[in-house]
C-alpha cells in the first residue's frame, strides 16, 4: 500500500516538473516574430546562443495541407549555423537542392547545404554560405525558401522576418560570421593601406 502510495505520489509531482532550459523556448525573449535564447550551458558554463523563427506557411507537394516549418541561427562548436526544420521529409543528401530569396533581392540557388537524417532538417554550416544567408537577410521583411529533391518533390517555406536585426546579433554572439581567409585579406589589405612604407603612387 505505501508502495502505491509513493508512486502516485511522484506521479502527482512529476505533472509538476518544468523542463529543463536547455531544451525548452518558454524562457526565451521575443524580438519581433523571433525567439532568442540566452541559456548557458551548465558543462562548459559558456553561452548557448540561438534564434529561432516559426512559421505555418510551409507546403510540400505530397502534403495536403500547409504545416509550420522553422529557421533557426545559432553558432554549433563556435561555427555559425543556419537551420531549416520541417514537419514532413524533404528529401535525402544526395538529391536535394536548396534555394532562397529575399524580398526582391536576388535569388540563390543550389546553396551549399545538407539534409540531416530523419529527412526533415536541413543546414547550411559553409561559413561562405552562411555569411551570403546573413547579408542578405540584413534589412529583408521576408523569406523565401524552396527546396527540390528526387524522392520528397518540392518543399516550399515563407518567414515573417520582423525583428531579424537583434536577432542575427544574439544568434552569432560567440562566433564568427566572416570566413577566416576573407577576414585575413581584409586584415593584410588594411596594414598595407596603412602601412607607412606606403607612398602615393
Known amino acids: 500500500m505505501r ?3 509513493a508512486l502516485v505520489a511522484v506521479t502527482v509531482l512529476g505533472g509538476c516538473v518544468t523542463r529543463d532550459p536547455a531544451v525548452s523556448v518558454s524562457n526565451a525573449t521575443p524580438s519581433g516574430n523571433w525567439k532568442i535564447e540566452k541559456t548557458v550551458d551548465r558543462i562548459t558554463g559558456a553561452p548557448l546562443p540561438s534564434a529561432q523563427l516559426m512559421t505555418r506557411t510551409s507546403s510540400n507537394s505530397a502534403v495536403r495541407n500547409e504545416r509550420p516549418a522553422g529557421l533557426q541561427l545559432t553558432c554549433f562548436e563556435k561555427q555559425p549555423l543556419v537551420r531549416l526544420s520541417f514537419d514532413f521529409k524533404i528529401g535525402s543528401d544526395a538529391n536535394t537542392s536548396l534555394g532562397y530569396r529575399f524580398d526582391e533581392k536576388p535569388g540563390r540557388d543550389d546553396v551549399v547545404s545538407r539534409v540531416l537524417p530523419g529527412h526533415q532538417v536541413i543546414v547550411i554550416e559553409d561559413r561562405t554560405a552562411v555569411a551570403d544567408f546573413i547579408r542578405d537577410l540584413n534589412g529583408s521583411r521576408v523569406l523565401y525558401v524552396r527546396i527540390r529533391s528526387l524522392n520528397a518533390g518540392r518543399s516550399t517555406a515563407e518567414f515573417n ?41
Open 161 to 201: 522576418l520582423d525583428g531579424s536585426a537583434a536577432a542575427v546579433q544574439a544568434a552569432f554572439a560567440g562566433c564568427l560570421l566572416t570566413p577566416p581567409a576573407e577576414a585575413g585579406r581584409k586584415r593584410q589589405t588594411t596594414d598595407v593601406v596603412n602601412s607607412p612604407d606606403k607612398q602615393p603612387a
Open 3 to 5: 508502495m502505491v502510495g
